[in-house]
Every structure is written in structure tokens, then in C-alpha cells.
């Protein structure tokens, strides 16, 4: 239980990503303290908690209590965790957040939120039935340069739009598979649109959206994985605007480029950079604001890895939520929509047709039977 303001946390997966969970909760240690860490591999749980360590005492901070667990069931029996963090791969997501809302805890949890269709929405309504709150890593939704961007759609300045592009040319080699089993199966992960592109999925459907059709190609052209590590798609969306996405594995010699471009009758927006954290273009008609200023006002050094600087103000908002009982800033239908919009290309793709949403009932694991030629 929580004391005071401060909310207890536990992290369930201490792998790639999880550092920057642990980064996140140091960030906001007034109102957060993380007091357990469980993976299979009990070695990397305990390197996690000596770097959460280390950050506290480098603010002289006191280090809270912190127990290490291989069975995440025995982290959900203690009723003194508020919140856990899920950073698992992404096949394991929906069981343990299902298990972890019926443990009474609310939930933090990775991209892809689940490989289904049918398991984000038991995520969803497990939530809804035990009263807790549920969001999912989309961090980049927090970056200013894509706050500045919502924030322009929101006020008509676009006006028309046209379309929108979601473009990841970046570089997996064939290591970074041999590193983990899970990593490009259809079981447990998908592929380059799942596991890297599902970022700039969801911002393009966050801004363009809802999805009325798409059509797809993609294909595994030189990783040894079982899922794409290349694949393209063109959208409708419901206002009749037109999206496309990009997403390889396969860019020569290493990561390119991430960039989201949004087009409309009276705007035009591009953001790059490593995480989405600068604007290239911001060109409107209304002439409201100069190109040069937004860029000194919004834009960032380039941080460390792809996935920026985005967990701790997600981190703030969640933690706000729970301590004022309000949704947090994404909701998990979020979540759902992205994945949606992934298992709708692999829909297509097994289809070698165009696919109506909503998609109905898909999981990766269709995408194990053989594909249609």
C-alpha cells in the first residue's frame, strides 16, 4: 500500500527496456519507489536493481527495500505494490497484466500491449471489471515536437487532411535476433511492423484516424525470423485521408531514419530524429507561429536509443491518474487500436487482399498457418 503520495512499484521483464522503467521511476521518486524487480534470468533483475541503486544514492536519496523475484505470481501476492510495470516480451503481455489487475494492481505495460485483437480487449474489460487503471507505452505521444503537433490537429490548423506517413528504415541485424528465441516469431513477438514500427503506427492512427481499410505487402527478405522484417501499407481512414507505413529491418549499415509526416490543405508537419524528438518541417498558412521558433521551443538533442526520454512523463501522468483516480493520458483502447492497425496488415498480407475495419478476431498466430499465395 501506497505511503503517503508515494506509490509502490514492482517490474515484471528486466531486459532491453526496462531500464528506461527504472530511469522513469527515478525521475518521479516523490510520488514513486520501485520495491521489486522479477525476470527468469535472476541475474538481470539484479543488475536493474543496482542501477535504480545507484541513480538514488547519486541524489543521496534513500534506496528503498528492493526484492527480487523469478516468479512474477509471488511479486502479485504482496498487497503492498501498488503499480507494476509489464516489459516482458510481447507475447507473455496479456496473461501477466490479466493476472496482475486480478492481483489488485494497476498497470504499466509494454508495447504491443498483446498479439490479438481478442487479448487487448480481455486486457481492457479485466480492467474495467477490477476498477484498476491499465495504459501502454507509447511513449513517444509525450515528446513536445508530437504534444506541439496533437496540439495544432486539435486546433483545425492543418485544416483538410491529406495524408499521413509512418516511416522506420532502421537496422536489426541478424545478432539482434540470435539474442532471443522470442524475437521475430509469429508466437511471441511478430515482426519490424510489430515490435518497431507499432510507435509510429499508433501516432499516425492518433492523428489521422479511426481506420476505415488498408492493404498491405510485406515479406521476410533477409533475417532469420519466422515474421517480416520488411513491410509497407497503404491506409484509408474514415475522414478519407490516406496514410502509408514503412517499417524495415533491413537498412544497410544501420538505423536511417523514424520519421512521421502529416499533410494537410493548410499544414504540413514532418518530426524526426532518433525518437521523434525533432521537427523538421512545421509550415502552416495561419502563420501564427515562425518555423525556426517552434524548432528552439520543442526540439532535443538526440537521446541515447530509440526509445527517447518518453517513460517518465509517462511514468508522472500514470502516477497522477492512480493517486487522483483519473484515466490516464493513453488509454489501453489506444493500445488496441495500434495493434489493430498491425494485425490488419498482417491480415492483408495472408489475404493478398484489402481488409475492412474493424478486422474482427486476428492474432499473429494465424499468421502460422501457411500464407495464402
Request: hydrophobic share 40%; aromatic share 8%; with cysteine.
Amino acid at each position: 500500500m501506497k505511503v503517503g503520495n508515494k506509490l509502490r512499484f514492482g517490474i515484471i521483464g528486466c531486459g532491453r527496456v526496462a531500464p528506461k522503467h527504472v530511469e522513469a521511476l527515478f525521475n518521479n521518486f516523490q510520488k514513486a519507489e520501485l520495491v521489486a524487480l522479477c525476470d527468469l534470468e535472476e541475474v538481470k533483475a539484479l543488475e536493474l536493481k543496482q542501477k535504480y541503486t545507484n541513480l538514488l544514492e547519486s541524489r543521496n536519496l534513500d534506496v528503498p527495500e528492493i526484492t527480487i523475484y523469478t516468479d512474477y505470481a509471488k511479486m502479485l501476492n504482496r498487497s503492498d505494490i501498488d503499480v507494476v510495470s509489464i516489459a516482458t516480451y510481447s507475447g507473455t503481455h496479456a496473461c501477466i497484466a490479466k493476472d496482475a489487475l486480478q492481483a489488485d494492481k494497476h498497470v504499466i505495460v509494454e508495447k504491443p500491449m498483446a498479439l490479438s485483437a481478442t487479448d487487448a480487449q480481455m486486457m481492457i474489460a479485466t480492467a474495467q471489471r477490477t476498477a484498476k487503471k491499465l495504459t501502454v507505452c507509447h511513449q513517444n505521444r509525450f515528446n513536445p515536437p508530437v504534444q506541439k503537433l496533437r496540439e495544432a490537429l486539435d486546433q483545425g490548423r492543418f485544416g483538410k487532411l491529406v495524408h499521413g506517413v509512418a516511416v522506420v528504415r532502421w537496422n536489426r541485424n541478424e545478432e539482434y535476433y540470435k539474442q532471443a528465441a522470442w524475437r521475430g516469431t509469429w508466437e511471441q513477438d511478430g515482426g519490424v511492423l510489430m515490435n518497431q514500427g507499432i510507435h509510429d503506427i499508433d501516432l499516425l492512427q492518433w492523428i489521422m484516424g479511426p481506420v476505415e481499410r488498408l492493404y498491405a505487402e510485406a515479406d521476410t527478405f533477409l533475417r532469420p525470423i519466422e515474421a517480416e522484417d520488411m513491410g509497407a501499407a497503404i491506409l484509408r481512414f474514415k475522414n478519407g485521408a490516406i496514410g502509408i507505413i514503412e517499417g524495415s529491418a533491413c537498412i544497410y549499415p544501420k538505423n536511417l531514419e523514424e520519421t512521421l509526416s502529416i499533410f494537410g490543405e493548410r499544414g504540413t508537419v514532418r518530426i524526426g530524429g532518433v525518437a521523434l524528438n525533432k521537427i523538421i518541417d512545421w509550415k502552416f498558412a495561419d502563420g501564427l507561429d515562425a518555423e525556426e521558433q517552434v524548432k528552439q521551443l520543442v526540439n532535443y538533442e538526440d537521446p541515447e536509443s530509440v526509445y527517447g526520454h518518453g517513460h517518465t512523463p509517462l511514468y508522472a501522468d500514470f502516477i497522477e491518474a492512480v493517486l487522483n483516480n483519473r484515466d490516464p493520458y493513453i488509454l489501453p483502447e489506444e493500445g488496441k487500436k495500434a495493434v489493430e492497425v498491425v494485425l490488419g496488415i498482417y491480415k492483408s498480407r495472408k489475404l493478398g487482399a484489402p481488409v475492412d475495419f474493424p478486422i474482427g478476431d486476428f492474432s499473429t498466430l494465424d499468421m502460422k498457418e501457411e500464407l495464402c499465395k
